[in-house]
Each structure stands twice: as C-alpha cells, then as structure tokens.
C-alpha cells in the first residue's frame, strides 16, 4: 500500500521572490499545496513565527514538519531527498 502523500503547507506573501521560486518548485514536482498569505490572513504571519521560530517568508511544511524557507526547500531537492518527503516515504 502506498503511503499518503502529506500535506505541503506554505506561509507566503504574493509579492515575495522567494514565495514564488519556492511556487514554482512545488508546482514542477506536481504537488498540490496550501498556500496562506500571511498579510491577508489574519493571524497567519503570528503563527507562522510560533511555528517555525522565523520571521521571514515563506515557510514551508511537509506533514506538519517544518522544512524551512526556499532556499531549505532547494538544498532537500537538490540532495534528492525532497522527492522522498512530499510522497510521503521519509522522515523530515
């Protein structure tokens, strides 16, 4: 049986370069993801802080782990050890 892949949940802003490096990545890899945009959420930037210990955007989690920013995110897949995350077949 074939695991779930996890949820893929990013804090963001709509004008943050990076936000749309790390769009654009997920997107390349086929995985659907929530996307909150901490400016238009209320709340959102608060928790994202609380939950990854950053300030900056975005933040990325893959089942509720937190991964880390895009250039985290970039450095997982260019190890190949992004692939194995969002399908839900290795630990973070």
Not at 5 to 23: F, H, K, N, Q, S
């Amino acid at each position: 049986m074939a695991a779930a892949a996890p949820e893929v949940l990013m804090y963001a802003t709509a004008w943050c370069p990076y936000c749309t490096r790390a769009r654009l990545l997920l997107k390349s890899k086929g995985v659907a993801f929530t996307e909150i945009d901490v400016e238009q959420t209320p709340g959102a930037r608060a928790l994202m802080q609380s939950r990854s210990g950053r300030t900056s955007v975005p933040q990325i989690f893959i089942g509720g782990h937190h991964i880390g920013g895009f250039d985290d995110t970039k450095a997982l897949d260019d190890q190949g050890r992004l692939d194995p995350l969002l399908a839900g077949t290795a630990g973070a």
